[in-house]
């Protein structure tokens, strides 16, 4: 995995990864064995409208096998990052899960399965060459680049002292990866996100549109534009979200 960082880009390897075909019978047997042992798991898709394409071999369908296997083996109880960048990707993914599971069995499920919204306040696209990236694999010409970032907001986890109809085995569930930040509504984060960061890169694309850039870097010759987009962002949508949610997160809070 390629990693850039604001002095350059430097290159992790990430193992153990196994990779398998929902396509192939013997690989999609072994996605289903892995959900039922699973206790975190991420979906990370072009869309949410992936999440039942493929019948059999579809993301809804392999998970509610696996959670159907997790109801008969008494397995863990397991949460799973829904990652579309869509403000309701958990509800759309729970809903096609349970599509695929009968009804009689769906309680079941859902005592042993939470689905979680995710706030990721990056953006990012396929590099154009990747002749100076590590390949992801020996062989291959497809490159991972991500950026040096790991503050990711996701849904609360409910556990029985919330209240409400949870399973008493909830009450001991850790989060395996720590740095996740929980929170009990994600609206104000997603909209600082849409009209914050999002809103912040397009009209710096904008501008770098028509001042002949191919690149939105390019703009670093430019810090009078910088200056422009970063008053944009503080002065009018950082403003407003300010307002609006006052005293919810120290995020919004004027600076």
């Known amino acids: 995995v390629n990693v850039g960082r604001d002095d350059g880009i430097d290159t992790l ?7 398998y075909s929902p396509r192939v019978d013997d690989d999609r047997a072994s996605l289903i064995a892995a959900v039922a042992e699973a206790t975190e798991m991420a979906t990370a898709l072009p869309s949410v409208d ?4 493929g019948g059999a071999s579809s993301v809804a369908q392999i998970l509610a096998g696996g959670l159907l296997r997790k109801v008969e083996q008494s397995g863990p109880p ?26 009689e069995r769906q309680d079941d499920v859902l005592a042993k399965v939470q689905f979680l919204d995710t706030i990721i306040g990056k953006m990012s696209g396929a590099p154009e060459e990747a002749s100076d990236l590590q390949p ?15 503050r990711i907001y996701i849904s609360h986890i409910r556990r029985p002292d919330d209240g ?35 809103a912040g890169h397009a009209l710096a694309a904008y501008l770098a549109h028509a001042l002949g850039f191919r690149r939105i870097d390019e703009l670093r010759g430019r810090p009078d534009v910088i ?15 300010c307002a609006r949610y006052a005293g919810v997160d120290p995020l919004f809070t004027p600076a």
Do not use: C
């Not at 397991?78 to 009804?103: F, G, I, K, S």
């Not at 200056?227 to 979200?241: I, K, N, Q, T």
């Open 13 to 19: 390897t990430v193992r153990p990864v196994e990779i």
């Open 50 to 53: 992936f999440y039942g394409a």
């Open 78 to 103: 397991a949460v799973v990052y829904a990652a579309e960048n869509h403000t309701q990707a958990a509800e759309l993914l729970r809903d096609a899960v349970l599509a695929a599971v009968p009804p």
């Open 136 to 150: 992801l694999a020996p062989g291959l010409d497809r490159a991972y680049l991500v950026e040096a970032f790991n």
């Open 164 to 198: 409400g109809d949870v399973a008493p085995e909830w009450a001991d569930f850790v989060r395996g990866i720590e740095v996740f930040v929980e929170k009990a509504d994600l609206a104000p984060f997603a909209e600082a996100k849409l009209y914050g960061h999002n």
């Open 227 to 241: 200056d422009f987009v970063r008053a944009a962002m503080v002065e009018e949508s950082g403003a407003a979200l």
